[in-house]
């Protein structure tokens, strides 16, 4: 049960991607023809690969890491909640964040939270890591591991109740949940350009760290338990 989690062994985590390069024209000419290959049923032959390149950041193999916010409860008797983000090279910040790991969320207690993370976030994460040549931290290296034993909450599968096949986005979560939405500035659709055309890393930063908040309240709505409020929220 959600409700009998301790919130201070919780990291609630988000992440913004990009493409790995800012036109497609800069693949090498093996790359484009595996891009082809790995997006040709989710173009449908609508779009060229090269008209469909301003997706390839939601896959890693195409993509990189351009932000990873990270969250945490603290003081749980004055309930706040502490904000944090690693950007710069992806190797750098990716070694960052896995020392962040090691170094205060590596008790078996410990778990990782994000919206979609199973899917998405958890899976990105480390095989951007695999390719950088980054070692895995434990919380991220499932293998050998039975479901039981993996460290990993996800609020979209929390809210499925079972249901496999439904999908609810983290905007749409928090609107029916009442929750300040964090898409009150830009959406996934719009980081590639605010990083390559804007180079405007800090807004991406802030976007995600929104996003982080977002699924703490989640947490706590789902706990049954009062949301924060901005006064509580501390970016460090």
Not at 25 to 45: F, G, M, P, S
Not at 108 to 127: Q, S, W
Not at 179 to 193: A, L, N
Request: net charge negative; proline share 4%.
């Amino acid at each position: 049960m959600i409700s009998k989690l301790s919130l201070d062994n919780i990291l609630f985590l988000d992440i913004e991607t990009v493409p790995q390069y800012e036109s497609f024209n800069q693949l090498e000419e093996i790359d484009q023809q595996l891009y082809a290959d790995k997006t040709k049923y989710q173009r449908n032959e609508e779009y060229t690969p090269a008209e469909f390149y301003d997706r390839a950041g939601i896959w890693a193999e195409f993509g990189k890491i351009v932000c990873i916010s990270v969250g945490f409860f603290v003081n749980r008797d004055g309930q706040q909640f502490r904000t944090r983000s690693f950007t710069g090279e992806e190797k750098h910040l990716l070694e960052e964040f896995s020392s962040l790991l090691k170094e205060h969320f590596s008790h078996r207690n410990h778990l990782l939270c994000a919206h979609n993370g199973k899917e998405f976030d958890f899976p990105y994460i480390a095989r951007r890591m695999i390719i950088l040549g980054v070692e895995i931290p434990a919380k991220l290296n499932l293998f050998g591991k039975k479901p039981w034993e993996v460290p990993h909450l996800d609020t979209l599968e929390l809210w499925k109740f079972g249901d496999y096949k439904h999908y609810t986005s983290l905007k749409l979560l928090t609107r029916i949940l009442d929750i300040p939405s964090p898409k009150d500035d830009i959406d996934g659709s719009q980081v590639r350009d605010v990083f390559y055309v804007d180079q405007d890393i800090q807004r991406i930063a802030n976007y995600c760290e929104k996003d982080v908040v977002a699924v703490a309240q989640i947490v706590l709505k789902l706990r049954k338990e009062p949301i924060l409020n901005d006064d509580q929220i501390i970016s460090k």
